[in-house]
């Protein structure tokens, strides 16, 4: 188990690209060795080449290798992602309570699913893909914070709130021992360690965590860094980041207007504060205009993303010294409200304006899209999935920041 105090440690790991992505560090220019990436300010590095996450998200990876009806979907949304040009891929490493879980309870395991995550890391490394694992999940989806303060009350434990996970000591030290059997695990496959694996780009402490029991933001600020300190105890080589939306909070008051809206500043989440957490070191955002703003003017949304963004680059960049990563970005055309016209013209937003951002020297990082999926999956869909195979000009536009980004170089 790990302790509580905060510890500093400094990053030395190297790595190249995805031979996937057009970029001058490809599989060629590589020895058999595939070294880990590494953070040097605010940019990232594969060696001594730059590294830009050009990303996507694909969160059922481990639950459809469990099966082995539904695996070969595994292997197909990393290499059509990768014959895209993309490089990174954001995925869940949890799974709590349920069906095919992969923790069946607290510090037990499911030995099949933790095989499971096996394949998809090894899968990963073999079409050249980074992951970013998750480590848990703010939502009830896969269980939770929900699901460990159920277990909680099912050992007796006196829990009145979902946020009880992350006050509780107990309930801290099921997800301590949890995170612990993830990062120390060795892979069945490759006979890796995962803490040694150079496929795994980031670990993520959770996503989209908020505490509005404490809208103050000690709570969940007093949790980032007890767990920080956690994983980088177990692994000081990987980077970390926290899988934050964004929200400002009480620290930067002059930034609440920047927010989406007044209870975005009371979520108990703090961009600043938060990131200045001893062990982080990657400044994460999401970007969901379409369900954050009130609204269907499209202007006002293109207004709203370039605000979000620019403010967030800046200030990874001059307060946090970091790079930043717009972990998930995207727009659901489930409903009706917007199109794919829309959708792809948001992501070129999202995608201009960090590589301009980067182009300056301002920031290093990258983007990650919610989410691509593979044929056969379409009962999965939220409304934000983008089927490559079913999207041609969505593909384009994909393979075409590949391009933008290696002439970048």
Known sequence: MCGPHPVELELDDN??????LPTPSIASDMEDEWPMVERRGTKLFASDLPFIIHGFNTYWLMSFAADEATRPRVTAAIAEAADAGLNVCRTWAFSDGGYRALQTAPFHYDEEVFQALDFVVSEARRHNMRLILSLCNNWEDYGGKAQYVRWGKDAGLDLT????FFTDPTIRNYYKAFVEAVVTRINTITNEAYKDDPTILAWE???EPRCPSDPSGDTLQAWIEEMASCVKSMDPVHLLEIGIEGFYGPSTPELLPVNPDEYSGNAGTDFIRNHQAAG??????????????????????????????QQHIDDAANLLGMPIV????????????????????????VYRIFLSSWKGGVIGGGCLIWQLFPEGAEHMDDGYAVILAKSPSTLNLLANHSRNLNVAF
């Open 326 to 349: 717009i972990g998930e970005f995207g727009v659901s055309v489930k409903d009706g409200k917007f199109g794919n016209e829309f959708r792809e013209a948001f992501m070129e937003t």
């Open 161 to 164: 709130s979902e946020d009880d």
């Open 15 to 20: 790595a190249s690209l995805s031979p996937s």
């Open 205 to 207: 402490l959770i996503n």
């Open 280 to 309: 982080i070191d990657l400044a994460s955002i999401h970007v969901y205009s379409d369900t954050w703003l009130p609204h269907s003017i499209e202007e006002n949304h293109h207004k709203f993303v370039n605000a979000w963004m």
